[in-house]
């Protein structure tokens, strides 16, 4: 059942596409380019073509559900009390520089393609996590009015957000003031932001972190999650 907008009293905003189509027929041939030999490299390291890509339920506009799909970075990787590793312990040189450069997200355009999100504009939270902030933040789910993009403005002003209520209100300001300033030429700057920022190796934050610090973020995570979902590192990348 879609969730998010039912109770706000709001509707999704018309939108064109002319800008999603145009970026679709210029970056087809060298998003293959790239995507192609990173999908050879997965099916070598993971040994499936189940688990070339990473794949997870997201809310939309509207608030309906769609699957977004990623290319996986992450091995299936236990100690010897069969505690889940790291995701730095988890993860080779190649995920660590598709995470760094959101190449990673390369499988979006297929979402995009198929109408479930644009190149830009708010990023899709995970249905647990957008539901965690709509009890949380006072319309929320008003970021909901437009299509979720690949990239956006608060994606390359604030990059992941760890899952605390300052960093989800900082974030629903950055989409506000994108819905209501969106134009063609800002979501051209937007376009160039986004390639200064995978050029400089922005994406993956947690490689940053201490064990300390990294456990004081999983300690905020809400108790609605369970101790399971709040130990996944897909719940943790919340972008």
């Known amino acids: 059942m879609p969730v998010g907008l039912s109770t706000t009293g709001l509707s999704p905003v018309p939108q064109s596409r002319f800008l999603d189509r145009i970026l679709l027929l210029t970056c087809v041939l060298p998003a293959l380019a790239i995507a192609f030999p990173v999908a050879m490299a997965n099916l070598l390291r993971f040994r499936s073509l189940r688990k070339v890509f990473f794949k997870q339920e997201r809310v939309g506009r509207g608030g309906r559900f769609f699957v977004l799909w990623k290319f996986r970075t992450l091995a299936d990787k236990i100690d010897a009390q069969g505690n889940q590793l790291t995701d730095q312990e988890r993860t080779n040189q190649l995920g660590r520089f598709l995470r760094n450069t959101h190449l990673d997200e390369l499988p979006q355009m297929f979402n995009v393609l198929c ?125």
């Open 115 to 239: 109408g479930d999100m644009g190149f830009i504009g708010p990023r899709p939270e995970m249905v647990s996590i957008h539901l965690w902030a709509c009890r949380r933040i006072p319309g929320f789910a008003s970021r909901l009015v437009i299509r979720p993009g690949i990239t956006g403005l608060a994606q390359v002003t604030q990059g992941y957000t760890c899952q605390e209520v300052e960093g989800y209100e900082r974030k629903l300001d950055l989409d506000h003031d994108y819905i209501l300033s969106r134009s063609l030429l800002f979501d051209l700057r937007i376009l160039a932001m986004t390639g200064i920022w995978m050029l400089r190796g922005k994406g993956w934050r947690w490689k940053e972190q201490s064990m300390a610090s990294k456990a004081a973020v999983l300690r905020a995570l809400p108790t609605e999650l369970g101790p399971t979902t709040a130990l996944d590192p897909s719940e943790r990348r919340a972008a």
